[in-house]
């Protein structure tokens, strides 16, 4: 009978303390503040950013690839596009490719915050059979849309944030603080001569930022589960990154008599540990902080859910892990993307080498990784090497309460009344990490849309922006800029 009346006592504690947090949950979204009114001329804000498209300023892997020329040509283009800004504000090019301006302020005891994006892009199909609706660097408007490699990735911000400074300088507008302004030029494959190299002439001149402002995440609609209203997802943090090479020698010798194991076999139960033994799964601070934000917008039982983490982490963390979408919200990743053995059908391979792509959640080093995965391996014919390139531990994490954060709530707010505002997790790697010695409140937002269909377009086949959406992207910088006080 005591039993019965401890089991009883506790699930009615449990029931109330679920109840009372639910009934304890209020929406964290700001009141809706009017922005203000800027009238734009949109057919020439696409026909700039259609020509911008044009320029084939492609990162590769293989540098001798690399095209100068659509490089030098892009800046030029830039100077012809926006004459106010590049007469009024500090231009200086970095590593001949990257771009740095300062925009003066009017108060030098206010500390500066830096916007940044980046002009180079990812290559793209080109061959005739490919399935673009229209070649990915011809820069065509049709259908309402602005198409082309680059359009959201991340020309679209480049041009956009180009455009309200132009915009502004019209009005007559001096910032109250200075603002930087950060174009890299390969951030596609690392940042390590765009990104780093302004990074590393701002810290010589000891420069120190209030906050950053780069690409990452962006508005989604469609995208979170029970939830209608388009969110606005605002990083605090970025997911590390590493690159591991694995490599198995063997003799080799002719596929009639084969070893008991051969190097890719080795090489492929390797690979397979990893994948029967992922890293735990953990619900970090940017994730949380996300559905605490979010769930006071959701149906009953899943604010039910969200204000009782405590109680349901462990379900919550589970539901997570079960897709590949928000599977990287809550672990360290593991995804193989290079493997490379053989020379003939009829010879065993003599060495086999596969490269796995991690990346890391915040809680995790690159060290403890390196550990994790020589434990997990267990195999001494497994020769482990950590890659350069890409390689970072996971970001800090952003003060939600800092300036920068409510500025840029503000400003979202302010440009797209019906989202919600929600912090978030990066999961790529952006070229803010190289900026980590300036501030520690490092954002993460682009103000374009992306709806389900819109996902596959980055980096993928028919990258395109619609002309109303680009116009908003404008307004937003407009918005932003101004909200951080302005001097006529």
């Not at 005591?2 to 009934?23: E, K, T, Y």
């Not at 490089?71 to 012809?80: R, V």
């Not at 390797?270 to 605490?292: C, H, Q, T």
Request: net charge neutral; aromatic share 8%; glycine share 6%.
């Amino acid at each position: 009978m005591n039993v019965l009346l401890l089991l009883v006592s506790a699930v009615f504690i449990v029931a109330s303390v679920i109840i009372f947090r639910l009934l304890a949950l209020s929406s964290r979204q700001s009141k809706s503040i009017p922005g203000n009114s800027v009238i734009l001329d949109e057919n020439a804000l696409a026909e700039r950013l259609e020509k911008a498209v044009k320029f084939q300023t492609i990162s590769y892997e293989d540098k001798t690839q690399f095209n100068q020329d659509e490089f030098i040509g892009f800046q030029k283009f830039l100077e012809q596009s926006f004459p106010k800004v590049h007469a009024a504000i500090k231009k200086e090019i970095i590593s001949d490719y990257s771009i740095l301006y300062t925009w003066e302020g009017q108060d030098d005891k206010e500390v500066p915050i830096l916007l940044a994006a980046h002009m180079d892009v990812v290559p793209a199909e080109l061959e005739s059979g490919s399935n673009w609706t229209y070649p990915p660097f011809k820069g065509c408007i049709a259908d309402g849309f602005i198409w082309g490699r680059g359009a959201l990735d991340d020309k679209a911000s480049v041009l956009g944030i180009l455009e309200a400074m132009e915009k502004l300088l019209e009005g007559g507008y001096t910032p109250r603080r200075t603002i930087y302004i950060a174009f890299g030029h390969d951030e596609e494959i690392g940042g390590h001569h765009g990104a780093a190299k302004i990074a590393e002439l701002l810290n010589s001149r000891q420069i120190k930022l209030d906050y950053i402002l780069d690409e990452g995440l962006c508005i989604t609609e469609g995208l979170v589960p029970k939830i209608l209203k388009p969110v606005a997802l605002v990083g605090i943090a970025e997911k590390g990154c590493l690159n591991i090479e694995f490599n198995v020698d063997s003799e080799g010798g002719h596929p009639m008599l084969p070893p008991k194991q051969t190097a890719i076999g080795i090489l492929i139960s390797a690979i397979s540990k990893l994948d029967k033994n992922p890293l735990p799964a953990r619900m970090g601070v940017p994730v949380r902080k996300m559905f605490e934000t979010l769930s006071p917008e959701m149906p009953l039982s899943m604010r039910a859910v969200f204000a009782n983490l405590w109680l349901f982490g462990g379900l919550v963390k589970k539901k997570l892990s079960s897709a590949p979408r928000t599977n990287a919200l809550v672990r360290t990743t593991a995804a193989p993307t290079i493997f490379h053995a053989g020379i003939k059908n009829n010879v065993l391979a003599i060495k086999a080498k596969a490269i796995v792509n991690f990346r890391l959640l915040q809680g995790d080093t690159i060290d403890e990784l390196l550990s994790s995965v020589r434990r997990t391996i267990n195999d001494l014919r497994v020769n482990i090497v950590a890659l350069e390139g890409i390689k970072c531990n996971p970001s800090p994490i952003a003060d939600m309460e800092s300036q920068g954060f409510l500025s840029v709530k503000r400003a979202i707010h302010q440009i797209f009344p019906q989202a919600l505002v929600a912090p978030g997790l990066v999961v790529g790697t952006t070229d803010s990490r190289h900026y980590s010695a300036l501030t520690r409140n490092i954002l993460h937002f682009s103000p374009i849309r992306l709806r389900s269909d819109d996902m596959q377009r980055i980096h993928g086949t028919d990258e395109r922006i619609s002309i109303e959406e680009y116009k908003d992207v404008v307004k937003f910088y407009i918005q932003l800029i101004q909200n951080e006080g302005t001097i006529k």
